[in-house]
């Protein structure tokens, strides 16, 4: 965030208006001007600071996970990735291990959700990657056979 400081000259109204309506904008300008306040937006865009609105929009997203589903509230502006770990506290699965496709096609973790038109109430499919699954598959019957180093000589 950058801030800069502003003189009050600058946001004066010049109208026509009575002196006490003129000096009653100018105090509500001049009161709140010691700094401006500046935000990058997530297309790189420097834009000054909203005060007026809330923070962050929250939407609320159903995620299915083959036979369940899970609603998630996260930021309108958030990115798929921060899904992902919020996703990861409610599955179990970790966010590398996880692939999300929204309207067919599966999303990168630096899209954010508001670029790719994701609204409130809109469906996430969440699939396990299933090449970490096949890994983590071997991965477990190599620790059961390192597990039993005794194997019989003889099967019955």
Request: a positive charge.
């Amino acid at each position: 965030m950058i801030k800069l400081r502003c003189s009050k000259k600058l946001f004066r109204r010049s109208s026509s208006k009575s002196s006490t309506a003129s000096s009653s904008d100018a105090g509500d300008v001049g009161a709140g001007c010691g700094e401006i306040e500046w935000e990058v937006r997530p297309g790189g865009m420097l834009v000054q600071k909203r005060d007026g609105r809330g923070d962050v929009e929250v939407i609320t997203v159903r995620v299915a996970t083959g036979f369940s589903w899970h609603d998630v509230s996260i930021g309108a502006t958030c990115t798929f990735g921060e899904l992902k770990v919020v996703l990861s506290m409610v599955t179990g699965l970790e966010p590398r291990e996880q692939r999300l496709l929204f309207r067919g096609k599966e999303r990168e973790d630096s899209d954010h959700l508001h670029m790719l038109g994701v609204r409130d109430k809109d469906k996430v499919l969440l699939l396990e990657d299933p090449a970490l699954k096949d890994m983590k598959l071997r991965a477990a019957l190599a620790a059961q056979a390192v597990q039993s180093p005794y194997q019989p000589f003889i099967r019955v």
